[in-house]
């Protein structure tokens, strides 16, 4: 048997590719021309559960959300913002003039909040802005928006995690989200349809869990309507 000869020039082409392909925005990736404006949400607290958070949107909606801790490896999450929620936060930044030449700690002595980075990105621009704490109320309503989708995105963590391994964990983890949703503290909560209509279908979770399930989906179709 004859040893193999070293990978083809065509092989390590498609290799090349695939990895840009991998770490292109999602606009410039699926081969949209010049990538669409993006903004990125990024809040560091040491200690916090998670200690790192990012949510990274450009202007067609497409998302992405990495939350962990700081010695653990990036993880993103990708899923689709509505377009009220995008054009929500896109209309905050233009009011910021895109996070350029701007000055957002207020300077008062508060407590460590997490440093929090908002960047502006469109081609060759790039914007960014850092605050532990801000007076300006459209930067506040901005940080508290991505920080609704943030706490979206761990609540679909934890359904996932608990549908599979930890189904009586099921009815607490339900019980967070409507106060969540009471407290009008998620974005775009809608995200959370296929993993509470999942536990709606299957019987063998807890009756308590299928109708706290269903109620959740209600209130969402309300709100829709």
Known sequence: ??????PSKSIWAAAILGAAAFFLPPSAAAGQGDPLPR?????????????????TVDKSGAAACDTRKLRDSANPRAFKLSPATT?????????LHNFQGVELESRKPVANL???TLTYERGG????????????????????????IVSVNLHVQ???????????GLPHELSLI?????RKALAD???????????????????????????ILQELRQDRN
């Open 189 to 215: 909560p809608e995200l959370l349809t296929p993993q509470l209509e999942a536990i709606v279908r299957d019987s063998r979770f807890l009756h308590l869990a299928q109708v706290r399930a269903e109620n």
């Open 87 to 95: 054009q929500r936060i896109f209309g905050l930044a233009a009011r």
């Open 125 to 148: 621009e790039t914007h960014s802005v850092e605050f532990n704490y801000t007076a300006n109320r459209d930067a506040e309503e901005l940080a508290n928006v991505f920080e609704g």
């Open 114 to 116: 997490g440093r929090k």
């Open 1 to 6: 048997m004859s040893p193999k000869g070293p």
């Open 178 to 182: 409507q106060m969540d949703l009471e």
């Open 158 to 168: 934890t359904l996932d995690f608990s549908i599979r391994y930890d189904p009586l």
């Open 39 to 55: 903004i990125t949400f990024t809040k560091v607290l040491k200690g916090s559960s998670p200690e790192f958070e990012r949510v």
